[in-house]
């Protein structure tokens, strides 16, 4: 079975388990810092996914590093070990964050600008996409130089691309249309 329908799934379970226990918010904090040990330690996820190692010890070893964590999380944590699902626990994550946010009427957007946004940038271009979309929008800013200036959007599968470098293409192949004509 591919990583991304088991991600779905595993991620939907644990949605709808978390969503009957009222446990939304605490399960997302749990799922970050899972994934988060599990990207910053890749000695961890090449232990977890060797053949040798039997899934009781990998609940051994869980069951310590995430001894704190709900029993949701650890009872996840415990199955994909018996199945041998651990390549999956990022994408599991992820399928997790995006049922909450789906929930949640949350958006997430990435907004590729030239230099790092302020404060005042960011709630403005904040401001301005949840009236777009009609949602509460969570940004990553990521900086490309080469845009030049203004910004590209990306939410969901929608692109906004009001990038410098993107005007000047769109005006240079006006140009050229207009000398042809």
């Given at each position: 079975?591919?990583?991304?329908?088991?991600?779905?799934?595993?991620?939907?379970?644990?949605?709808?388990?978390a969503r009957e226990q009222n446990a939304?918010?605490?399960?997302a904090q749990d799922w970050q810092l899972v994934t988060d040990v599990w990207t910053r330690h890749p000695e961890l996820r090449e232990w977890a996914?060797?053949?040798?190692?039997?899934?009781?010890e990998k609940k051994e070893v869980y069951d310590k590093l995430f001894g704190d964590l709900s029993d949701l999380t650890r009872n996840l944590l415990r199955l994909i070990a018996e199945r041998n699902r651990e390549d999956a626990i990022e994408a599991i994550g992820s399928e997790y964050q995006a049922l909450v946010h789906e929930a949640k009427g949350v958006a997430e957007a990435e907004v590729i600008t030239s230099?790092?946004?302020?404060?005042?940038?960011?709630?403005?271009?904040?401001?301005v996409f949840q009236k777009i979309?009609?949602?509460?929008?969570?940004?990553?800013?990521?900086v490309e130089?080469?845009?030049?200036?203004?910004?590209?959007?990306?939410?969901?599968d929608r692109l906004y691309d009001?990038?410098?470098?993107?005007?000047?293409k769109r005006f240079r192949k006006e140009m050229t249309a207009s000398r042809i004509g």
């Open positions: 079975m591919s990583r991304s329908i088991i991600a779905k799934r595993y991620g939907k379970a644990l949605f709808e388990a939304l918010d605490r399960t996914v060797h053949p040798r190692v039997t899934s009781g230099h790092p946004l302020t404060k005042a940038g960011e709630k403005e271009l904040i401001a979309i009609g949602k509460t929008l969570v940004i990553t800013n990521r130089p080469d845009i030049l200036g203004g910004a590209v959007v990306r939410v969901g009001g990038s410098l470098v993107n005007k000047l």
